[in-house]
C-alpha cells in the first residue's frame, strides 16, 4: 500500500507551478488506486479524490493529523468537479476503483466520504447497488476535511462555495499563458499591418507602429486576464464582456493619455483593439468562475463577440489608415 | 454566495414540488445553497444563482428537478468551438480544458 507524504516536496511545488502555468497541466496525473496518510486501519474514513495530481496533492497535504484510506479514481487526470461535469467522475467510476482495490478486504465500515463537487457526476445512492459502499458527500474543500471528520458533518460553510481574491488569483497565470499563441499571431499580423504605408511597405515605421502596438496588446492582456478576474465583484455589469470592455477602455485611456502624439486615426484605433481585447479575454474567464452558468455565458457570448469583431475589424481599418492621413 | 451575482432569469432549471419526496439530497449537493427543506418539501431559494452544475438533479430520486443538460465546461472556448462545429456540422471538438 503506497503512503503518501502530507507534506509537499520541492518537486510537489514546481509540479504545481507547472500545471498552474499549463505547461503541465494536461499530463499532471498520478496512477488510480488505493493509498495511505498516516497510519489508517479497518475503521479509518475512506477519501475519494480524481487523479490530477492537484486534486491530489490538496487533499493529503490537510492530512497531516489523519489516518485515513484514498481513493483516487481515474478521470484523466482532470480535477473533481470538471471530471464530474464531464462525466468521469461518476459512480461506476467510484465503483469500479472500490472493487478493483478489494477495499471490502480493507476496512470493516461500508462508507465512502466524496467531495461535495463530484455530486454533478454522482449520484450517490446508487453507489450501494454498485459496490457495496454507501456513498457520502464531504466538504467542498479538503481544507475542511479534519474538522468534517471530527464533528461527522458539514455545516453551511462547508457546503457553500466561495471566489475569495486568493482564488481567483491562482488562476489568473494559466489566463496568460494560454495565450502564447495568439500572442504570436497578433505580433505577425501587426508587423505586416503596421508597415502599410504611402511608400508601400515600409519595414522601418512597420518595427516603430507594431511595438506601439505591442505596448497596447500587453496593456489589453493585463486588464483582461489580471485586473478583471482579481477586481472581479466590483466592476460593474454582470456580464464579463462589459465588465472586460469596461476597464479596457479605462486603459485604453490612460495608455494614450501617457502615449506620445499620434494621429486621430491611430488613437482610435487603438482605443478599440485595447477595449475589444479586453473584453474579450474577461469574457473568457467565465470558464474559470464557480457561478457562472452555461446559458448564461451562451447569452452574454451572443452579444459580446458582435462588440469584439466589430471593434478589432475597426481597430484594424483605423490602424491601416493611419500613415495615409 | 455573497458578492457575486450572473444574470437573472438566464439558467435552466426547473422544480416540481409535487413530485418532491424532500429527501433533501438537493439541499445537501447544492455549493450555492439554493433549496432549503422546509415541511417536506425543498424550496427553492434563489433560482438565479443557479449556475447549472446539476448536482441536484443527478442527486434528486425522484425526478423532481431539471437542469440545462449541456455537458460543456462554460468556458468561452468551449462555446465557440461548439458554434463552429454545428455550423460545420460536426462534433464538438472540446477546449482544451
Not at chain 1, 461506476?92 to 461500508?110: F, P, T, W
Request: net charge positive; hydrophobic share 40%.
Amino acid at each position: 500500500m503506497p503512503v503518501v507524504a502530507t507534506t509537499l516536496s520541492l518537486r510537489d511545488i514546481f509540479g504545481t507551478i507547472g500545471a498552474r502555468t499549463g505547461f503541465t497541466r494536461n499530463n499532471y496525473k498520478i496512477t488510480p488506486g488505493l493509498y495511505c496518510a498516516g497510519h489508517p486501519t479497518k475503521n479509518s474514513p475512506v477519501l475519494v479524490t480524481a487523479n490530477y495530481k492537484l486534486s491530489f496533492d490538496t487533499l493529503r497535504k490537510e492530512l497531516s493529523h489523519t489516518d485515513a484510506w484514498i481513493l483516487v479514481i481515474d478521470t484523466r487526470g482532470i480535477n473533481v468537479w470538471c471530471a464530474a461535469g464531464k462525466g468521469t467522475f461518476s459512480e461506476e467510476e467510484v465503483a469500479y476503483q472500490v472493487q478493483n482495490a478489494e477495499l471490502d478486504k480493507i476496512v470493516s465500515h461500508r462508507e465512502l466520504i466524496l467531495p461535495q463537487l463530484s455530486a454533478n457526476g454522482v449520484a450517490a445512492r446508487n453507489l450501494k447497488k454498485l459496490c457495496g459502499f454507501r456513498g457520502r458527500f464531504g466538504p467542498i474543500l479538503s481544507s475542511m476535511l479534519p474538522e468534517f471528520l471530527a464533528r461527522g458533518k458539514a455545516d453551511e460553510k462547508m457546503k457553500s462555495i466561495t471566489f475569495t481574491i486568493k482564488e481567483r488569483a491562482v488562476l489568473i497565470p494559466l489566463e496568460i499563458c494560454g495565450l502564447w499563441k495568439q500572442i504570436l499571431a497578433v505580433c505577425v499580423l501587426f508587423f505586416v499591418l503596421s508597415g502599410i504605408s504611402p511608400e508601400i511597405f515600409s519595414p522601418q515605421t512597420a518595427l516603430i507602429r507594431s511595438v506601439t502596438v505591442l505596448a497596447a496588446t500587453f496593456g489589453a492582456i493585463l486588464t483582461g486576464t489580471v485586473a478583471t478576474p482579481l477586481l472581479l465583484p466590483w466592476i460593474p455589469f454582470r456580464q464579463f464582456w462589459l465588465k472586460g470592455a469596461v476597464l479596457g477602455a479605462l486603459t485604453a485611456c490612460f495608455f494614450l493619455y501617457q502615449m506620445v502624439p499620434v494621429p486621430l486615426p491611430e488613437k482610435i484605433s487603438l482605443f478599440l483593439w485595447i477595449t475589444g481585447c479586453s473584453s474579450y479575454l474577461a469574457m473568457n474567464f467565465t470558464g474559470s468562475t464557480p457561478f457562472t452558468s452555461l446559458s448564461g455565458v451562451g447569452k452574454e457570448m451572443r452579444r459580446g463577440l458582435p462588440f469584439q469583431i466589430v471593434s478589432t475589424t475597426l481597430a484594424i481599418i483605423f490602424w491601416i489608415a493611419g500613415p495615409f492621413t | 454566495m455573497k458578492g457575486f451575482r450572473y444574470l437573472d432569469d438566464t439558467a435552466i432549471l426547473r422544480y416540481s414540488e409535487d413530485k418532491c419526496i424532500g429527501c433533501g439530497n438537493c439541499e445537501l449537493v447544492c455549493p450555492h445553497r439554493i433549496f432549503k427543506v422546509e415541511n417536506k418539501k425543498a424550496q427553492l431559494l434563489d433560482q438565479n444563482s443557479c449556475m447549472e452544475c446539476g448536482a441536484c438533479a443527478k442527486n434528486c430520486p425522484a425526478d423532481a428537478i431539471y437542469v440545462n443538460p449541456d455537458d460543456g465546461c462554460g468556458c468561452a472556448t468551449y462555446i465557440i468551438n461548439s458554434w463552429i462545429s454545428r455550423f460545420r456540422g460536426k462534433a464538438p471538438s472540446g477546449c482544451g480544458c
